[in-house]
């Protein structure tokens, strides 16, 4: 089952996504589904010698022999947001004392500034998608054991590729999707541990 229902008609984000909730890093889906995501690092293939890419192609063949369930991979291009980047040396220029170096820090913020203009600078990162279809008979304690298994295999076997992994948490989560689904308002409206307890609250 898809995390993500493609639709053409006009609806809402929340009637496009299968999730029914997320707890302790861990999305519920319908029929007793669950799935917990991993960010993970890359490694540059093509820098690496034919001696090193014949030993990844080998590694990675077998960590794929050895996962106990179906795995997806996915690739996320963005747009860097690097607003948040400059103001740092606009801060560190109003700092500054000496004149020379305020004229380097206000080159270095118009350099880039001229530079997003004309540019987009994206940013990939990758994700896994770990499942697990739990029987009639478990709850969600063991459902999660059992899936933080499958995740704790997979993060093993990329570190074996020189890879580093970490699962995301709740917040990081909602972040996550509201990022794909919003990617204008997520920019100037990041979603904060204090609105997800007053989403709660209303929930309750």
Do not use: W
């Not at 984000?13 to 995501?37: C, F, H, P, T, W």
């Not at 997520?186 to 609250?201: F, G």
């Amino acid at each position: 089952m898809s995390l993500l229902r493609k639709s053409n008609n006009s609806v809402s984000s929340r009637l496009q996504i299968n999730i029914e909730a997320v707890e302790d890093g861990i999305m519920e889906l319908k029929d007793k589904q669950y799935r917990a995501i991993l960010k993970s690092s890359s490694i540059n293939f093509e820098l690496k010698s034919e001696m090193e890419q014949d030993a990844v192609t080998e590694t990675y063949q077998s960590v794929l022999n050895s996962l106990t369930c179906p795995i997806q991979i996915m690739v996320c291009i963005r747009e860097m947001d690097l607003d948040k980047y400059l103001e740092k040396f606009e801060a560190a220029r109003r700092k500054e004392k000496l004149s020379i170096y305020r004229k380097q820090i206000t080159a270095y913020i118009e350099f880039v500034t001229k530079l997003v203009k004309k540019n987009k600078i994206l940013s990939r990162h990758f994700y896994i998608v770990v499942p697990y279809k739990a029987k009639d008979d478990e709850d969600f304690s063991l459902a999660r054991e059992q899936l933080l298994l499958n995740v704790d295999i997979i993060s093993k076997g990329l570190a074996r590729l020189g890879m580093k992994s970490q699962r995301l948490s709740s917040l990081e989560l909602l972040d996550f999707f509201y990022g794909l689904y919003n990617p204008r308002q997520a920019k100037t409206q990041p979603i904060t541990d204090h609105a997800v307890r007053m989403l709660q609250e209303v929930n309750l």
